[in-house]
């Protein structure tokens, strides 16, 4: 078949009822319920599951397991919500281990890791692989340490080495590839590129977890290998942080299709406060018997990550005030579609919970309880509510559309119902929605002729 190619917007006009069609066009089962209500039916091939499959799609990892350690550890004792954490925790464990699949399915069949370093938008999601799977290991370690199974201090350790070498890597290849090869303005710019940085605070708080497990030598070098991508993260995001913060008095708010990036902030601010937190805890405990030498370590790591926290929750706190603020001006101006972006509400959020988690039990106070108590219930309506949206557009196949490359003409692309004379004769026509006249009960179709038919 030839292609053809046209200058003017053509629309055709198609019977439903295929009454007055040839029977071998195999037009007569045409229904709107073919384009509207199947699943997948916004992809124009099956295959665009696994082409647009995005590394932004760990977001939901992130957000579900951030979910689960805190509704697990809820502030006030409640039995049924451990119950609920650690089922939710499994469905995270279960997602996790799809989107793996999804991706590695997608860089196998289509070979384009240089496509995704070279995309401004894709590059920058492949920081939350890492991230999702700390949230495994957190969720592994505070749920079930309690059983005493030997296998759980070894798994979960050799899951962070391979979160720490991941999260080096990106903080390093990332970073390069965006100074090298994207191109940046002040205006453009967004709080996405704070996303490879940000896996080294993470892995620090995680290994801050790990480590309550063990004991001796091991102890120690998880303390100290965590203590130093605590530095090589929070550096960074924080020079990120008012780089952006510049563009937003500068250039006001991101689109509205960003809205929740306003949020990303909070996961560097939130998470650096309860990491340090959490590693001068562990200092406290492990140091003075394994460090002898210098006897007064644990306890100055100790108060240094309680005052440095409680100052880094206090500043992801005005940032959450901030962000919660742009949102809601945004969401009464203008009408926010839905889309991958929205977990940005979930994560960092989450961050400033388990640091005001963290503050309660150091300090006791009631003030803490509540607040923690508050947030974490409000966050879980709202993941609810992504989850199920996310759900639905996955369905109709919204948030699988290839977007980082030029569509390609894949070989097992011709995976539709119609048939080959259907779609010799009408190609576009095929995939474009159908709008029902109410007048004749026909159709009407939109053909742009300047695409091959």
């Known amino acids: 078949m030839h292609s053809r190619y046209a200058t003017n917007r053509t629309e055709v006009t198609l019977n439903i009822s295929g009454d007055d069609l040839p029977a071998k066009s195999g037009l007569a089962g045409l229904s709107l319920k073919h384009h509207i209500h199947r699943p997948m039916h916004k992809l124009e091939s099956k295959s665009d599951i696994i082409r647009g499959f995005s590394p932004a799609w760990f977001n939901v990892t992130m957000g579900t397991g951030a979910i689960a350690n805190l509704v697990y550890s809820f502030p006030y004792t409640c039995r049924p919500l451990e119950y609920i954490g650690m089922a939710i925790g499994l469905f995270n464990i279960v997602v996790y281990l799809a989107c793996f699949a999804m991706f590695t399915a997608r860089l196998i069949k289509y070979c384009d890791m240089s496509d995704i370093l070279l995309h401004p938008q894709h590059s920058m999601s492949l920081g939350t692989i890492p991230m999702g799977l700390c949230t495994v290991v957190s969720g592994l370690v505070t749920m079930l340490s309690r059983y005493n199974a030997a296998w759980i201090p070894v798994f979960a350790l050799v899951l962070w080495c391979i979160v720490v070498v991941a999260s080096v890597l990106c903080s390093l290849i990332v970073p390069f590839v965006v100074i090298t090869h994207q191109k940046y303005t002040l205006e453009s710019m967004s709080a996405i590129l704070l996303l490879p940085v940000v896996p080294n605070v993470v892995a620090a708080s995680t290994g801050g977890g790990v480590a309550s497990v063990f004991s001796g030598s091991s102890a120690t070098t998880i303390i100290l290998v965590s203590y130093a991508l605590w530095g090589m993260g929070v550096f960074l995001a924080m020079m990120l942080i008012a780089a952006y913060l510049i563009r937003l008095v500068l250039y006001k708010l991101p689109p509205k299709e960003a809205m929740a990036s ?35 370590v644990g306890n100055i790591l100790f108060t240094l990550g309680f005052i440095v926290g409680l100052l880094l929750w206090a500043a992801a706190l005005w940032w959450f005030v901030h962000a919660t603020c742009s949102a809601i001006y945004t969401l009464v101006h203008e009408r926010v579609p839905f889309n991958l972006g929205w977990w940005a509400l979930i994560f960092p959020t989450g961050t400033v919970v388990f640091s005001t988690n963290t503050l309660r039990a150091t300090t006791g106070y009631t003030f803490f309880r509540v607040l923690g108590a508050v947030l974490t219930t409000g966050l879980a309506v709202l993941w609810a509510y992504v989850l199920v949206s996310t759900i639905m557009c996955a369905w109709s196949g919204e948030l699988f559309k290839p977007s980082n490359v030029t569509r390609l003409e894949l070989a097992d692309s011709n995976d539709s119902s119609e048939s080959d004379e259907y779609q010799e004769v009408f190609g576009e026509a095929a995939r474009a929605p159908l709008a029902e006249s109410p007048a004749s009960g026909a159709a009407t179709i939109m053909v742009d002729p300047a695409r091959a038919v």
């Open 262 to 296: 306003a949020f990303i902030p909070l996961g560097p601010l939130g998470q650096s406060s309860y990491g340090i937190q959490v590693l001068g805890t562990q200092a406290l405990r492990v140091l003075p018997t394994s460090l002898p030498q210098v006897q007064q």
